[in-house]
């Protein structure tokens, strides 16, 4: 899975339906820093995707 990174957040690419954000050639990357914040839409799990 790879990752980019806007505005201090951390994001899914390609960006799931449900995030906002679009992607602006940041630089893609496989791993998560520690020093930002997680999009809840793209990284979080929600009830209805554990089906």
Same mark, same amino acid.
């Given at each position: 899975?790879? %990752?980019?990174?806007?505005?201090?957040?951390?994001?899914? %690419?390609?960006?799931? !339906?449900?995030?906002?954000?679009? %992607?602006?050639?940041?630089?893609?990357?496989?791993?998560?820093?520690?020093?930002?914040?997680?999009?809840? %839409?793209?990284?979080?799990? !929600?009830?209805?995707?554990?089906?």
């Amino acid at each position: 899975m790879l %990752y980019f990174i806007k505005d201090g957040t951390i994001h899914q %690419y390609p960006p799931v !339906w449900r995030c906002s954000e679009t %992607y602006e050639n940041q630089v893609l990357r496989d791993t998560i820093p520690s020093d930002v914040e997680e999009c809840p %839409y793209c990284l979080g799990i !929600w009830p209805a995707d554990r089906d």
